[in-house]
């Protein structure tokens, strides 16, 4: 059994969130995790060795120099092919400002544990499928995500991000890179809501309507789900499973159970 990965220490969030090419639409999206912004912040801005951005984010130098590569390729793809870079998520805790040898001093003065334990407890991401402001139906081919960042029980901000012609079990990764932790949505694949459970996301599907609405719904306790919703496929190709990605997009649809979403 591998052993799970240490929460990475970053000294604070990023000042902006996104970046995107100026005069064009955008090409796809990148998502640059906090704690592989961080490494870039401590080795390219504070020109900090591999060994102190170690020290710093409480990791090995090897695991460090694993984080940086994939930042500098995630800024490299974004830049040379005009995708948008989208910084959430990833493996971290903020810092207590304890490390004062290592910390930077406005992380050191604002700091503090309560207010780290109160914003984890009441932070999250949800996202919705979405499409023209509802909920679109059918996971494994949703073009468009809503994502709605919640604290305290509270929209504070939303941004709708393109998939990029990804579809079913890739979306949950997507979704993870994301640092998604609960998806709203209507019909989806036995095989996508295994991935979501192993990227440890939480499901309610076969919900129809406003997706605004749905996630305040979901937010006053009282949204109304399907818990046992599937992908209803009704032409497969020979040998084909819900689950498998390589159902034809033009022969079946999502949905979920036999009846949700009428009247």
Same mark, same amino acid.
């Given at each position: 059994?591998? %052993?799970? *990965? $240490?929460?990475?220490?970053?000294? %604070? @969030?990023?000042?902006? &969130?996104?970046? #995107?090419?100026? =005069?064009? *639409? *955008? %090409? =796809?999206?990148?998502?640059?995790?906090?704690? @592989?912004? &961080? #490494?870039i912040r401590? +080795?390219?801005l504070e020109k900090n060795t591999h060994e102190q951005c170690a020290a710093q984010m409480e990791v090995s130098r090897s695991t460090v120099t694993e984080i940086y590569e994939a930042a500098r390729y995630k800024?490299?793809?974004?830049?040379?092919? =005009? $995708? #948008?870079?989208?910084? *959430? =998520?990833?493996?971290?805790r903020f810092c207590d400002g304890t490390a004062s040898a290592f910390c930077h001093r406005s992380c050191v003065r604002t700091i503090n544990p309560q207010t +780290?334990? %109160? $914003? @984890?407890e009441m932070q999250m991401r949800i996202a919705v499928t979405y499409q023209d402001g509802m909920i679109f139906q059918h996971f494994g081919h949703t073009e468009q995500f809503k994502l709605y960042d919640v604290e305290n029980g509270k929209i504070v901000r939303s941004q709708v991000v393109d998939t990029q012609g990804q579809g079913h079990g890739a979306l949950s990764g997507f979704l993870a890179q994301a640092g998604v932790d609960v998806l709203i949505c209507g019909g989806i694949g036995g095989g996508a809501q295994t991935a979501l459970k192993e990227a440890e996301i939480q499901l309610f599907g076969g919900v129809v309507g406003l997706a605004d609405e749905a996630v305040q719904a979901y937010l006053a306790g009282d949204l109304a789900y399907d818990p046992d919703v599937h992908c209803s496929h009704h032409h497969h190709e020979q040998g084909h499973s819900c689950g498998d990605h390589a159902c034809q997009e033009d022969k079946h649809g999502c949905a979920g159970n036999e009846g949700a979403g009428r009247a």
């Open positions: 059994m591998a %052993r799970p *990965s $240490k929460c990475r220490r970053i000294c %604070r @969030e990023p000042a902006f &969130e996104s970046f #995107a090419p100026d =005069g064009i *639409s *955008s %090409r =796809g999206n990148i998502v640059l995790t906090l704690d @592989e912004y &961080e #490494a401590l +080795i390219d800024i490299a793809d974004s830049l040379v092919h =005009g $995708k #948008a870079l989208l910084i *959430s =998520g990833g493996h971290y +780290i334990q %109160r $914003k @984890e």
